[in-house]
């Protein structure tokens, strides 16, 4: 079976005929993949920046792919929800099977950190022609999103760290005076696809919208905040131009992009820190905790997702098919063969915000 294989801690990738035999369980069912996303967990895999990556056991390599769309071509015994044709998205966390949340689905909250991810740590992912899957974790997707499910994954944590925020801030009255989200503004510190998420999102929520960035915008990323009514500000030249805010999330991981944005917080606030990155330093004062703690403040950290929150991306992109359909359909910004894949994971292109790797 052709896959796109890494080792683990070793800068490289190839694609290549692996001897990975998968028999159909009870409960399970066999997938044809038809699309996978590259996003930047693949590319700091493949260049060895990433170090939590392991194989799974008995294995000496690891199938990357974390983003994956397929259709189900053959059906095991048990199965209850899917049939042949169906297309369907995998999650990527698969819990440790001790901790409560891991037990009740919430492996996105596992308190062990004894999970799996595919195509991350300790499970083989779904960047190769085939794979068998329990019907538990795999998400059934309406034929009329097939175009743009390849979405799902990324969208989900999107969504996981948006329905933490929206729990957080009951703690108080957040919405305005008319009961919406019209006069709150919020900071996206990224373009990519995340950020072009978050974008998304709480613009369909109400909020002002400003993506930020170090730079001017590409022309892809200059016509989907026009097209989404958000402001794309350099940070660089019109950093200035801010007003103050009711809510920041970073997805750059860089501290020196979000803190400085810190002093336009309101009271009550929120920060989400969505993006992560070894090795960057910025100093934290006595005075932005102080900031913090008199402006209650609250900081929130949020990875990963459940299988509920991909439901909840596929019905986002469900709705935004009819809205914002060119803005999905532009996201991906390419599309390549898997012969060509191992020179977009080790290099990620000039404008891009989502390359799909093509498997059928």
């Given at each position: 079976m052709?896959?796109?294989?890494?080792t683990?801690k070793?800068s490289?990738?190839?694609?290549?005929?692996?001897p990975?035999?998968?028999?159909l369980?009870?409960?399970q069912v066999?997938v044809?993949t038809l699309?996978t996303g590259?996003?930047?967990?693949d590319?700091?895999i493949?260049?060895?920046?990433?170090?939590f990556?392991?194989?799974?056991?008995?294995?000496?390599?690891l199938?990357?792919g974390h983003e994956?769309?397929?259709?189900?071509e053959e059906?095991g015994d048990?199965v209850?929800?899917l049939?042949?044709?169906?297309?369907?998205?995998p999650?990527?966390?698969?819990?440790?099977g001790?901790?409560?949340n891991?037990?009740?689905?919430?492996?996105?909250?596992?308190e062990?950190?004894?999970?799996?991810?595919?195509g991350?740590r300790?499970k083989?992912?779904?960047?190769?022609?085939?794979?068998?899957?329990?019907?538990l974790?795999?998400v059934?997707?309406?034929d009329e999103?097939?175009?743009?499910?390849v979405l799902?994954?990324?969208?989900?944590?999107?969504?996981?760290?948006?329905?933490?925020?929206?729990?957080?801030?009951?703690?108080?009255?957040?919405?305005?005076e008319?009961?919406?989200?019209?006069?709150r503004?919020?900071?996206v510190?990224?373009?990519?696809p995340i950020?072009?998420f978050?974008?998304l999102?709480?613009?369909?929520?109400?909020f002002?919208?400003y993506?930020i960035?170090?730079?001017d915008p590409s022309p892809?990323?200059d016509?989907?905040?026009?097209?989404l009514?958000?402001?794309?500000i350099?940070?660089?030249?019109?950093?200035?131009?801010?007003?103050e805010?009711d809510?920041i999330?970073?997805?750059s991981?860089?501290p020196?992009a979000f803190?400085?944005?810190?002093?336009?917080?309101?009271?009550?606030?929120?920060l989400?820190l969505?993006?992560?990155?070894?090795g960057?330093?910025?100093?934290?004062?006595?005075?932005?905790?102080?900031?913090i703690?008199?402006?209650?403040?609250i900081?929130i950290?949020s990875v990963n997702?459940?299988?509920?929150?991909?439901?909840?991306a596929?019905?986002?992109l469900?709705?935004?098919?009819?809205?914002?359909?060119d803005?999905?359909?532009k996201?991906?910004?390419?599309?390549v063969?898997v012969e060509?894949a191992p020179?977009v994971?080790m290099?990620k292109?000039?404008?891009?915000?989502?390359?799909?790797?093509v498997?059928?």
């Amino acid at each position: 079976m052709k896959a796109i294989v890494v080792t683990p801690k070793k800068s490289g990738v190839e694609v290549k005929d692996i001897p990975v035999k998968e028999a159909l369980g009870k409960g399970q069912v066999l997938v044809k993949t038809l699309y996978t996303g590259i996003c930047g967990t693949d590319r700091g895999i493949v260049n060895a920046k990433i170090t939590f990556t392991y194989p799974p056991d008995g294995y000496n390599f690891l199938i990357l792919g974390h983003e994956g769309l397929g259709m189900v071509e053959e059906v095991g015994d048990g199965v209850k929800y899917l049939k042949k044709g169906d297309y369907v998205v995998p999650v990527v966390r698969r819990g440790c099977g001790v901790c409560l949340n891991c037990r009740i689905g919430r492996q996105d909250f596992c308190e062990t950190g004894k999970f799996v991810e595919a195509g991350i740590r300790g499970k083989h992912g779904f960047m190769r022609e085939e794979f068998v899957d329990d019907e538990l974790w795999l998400v059934k997707v309406p034929d009329e999103i097939k175009d743009i499910a390849v979405l799902t994954e990324p969208l989900s944590n999107v969504i996981k760290a948006i329905d933490e925020l929206l729990f957080v801030q009951r703690r108080m009255i957040w919405t305005c005076e008319d009961s919406t989200f019209q006069c709150r503004n919020a900071f996206v510190i990224g373009s990519g696809p995340i950020g072009t998420f978050f974008s998304l999102i709480l613009t369909t929520l109400g909020f002002n919208v400003y993506m930020i960035n170090k730079r001017d915008p590409s022309p892809m990323e200059d016509y989907i905040s026009k097209r989404l009514g958000v402001t794309f500000i350099n940070s660089m030249k019109d950093g200035d131009k801010l007003p103050e805010v009711d809510l920041i999330v970073d997805t750059s991981g860089v501290p020196s992009a979000f803190i400085p944005l810190m002093s336009k917080m309101r009271p009550n606030s929120a920060l989400i820190l969505f993006g992560t990155l070894e090795g960057e330093k910025y100093e934290i004062t006595s005075d932005l905790v102080t900031f913090i703690v008199e402006r209650n403040i609250i900081v929130i950290g949020s990875v990963n997702a459940s299988k509920r929150d991909f439901q909840g991306a596929i019905n986002y992109l469900s709705i935004w098919k009819n809205r914002y359909y060119d803005v999905l359909q532009k996201m991906i910004t390419s599309k390549v063969s898997v012969e060509q894949a191992p020179e977009v994971l080790m290099r990620k292109p000039s404008g891009e915000i989502k390359t799909v790797i093509v498997w059928d």
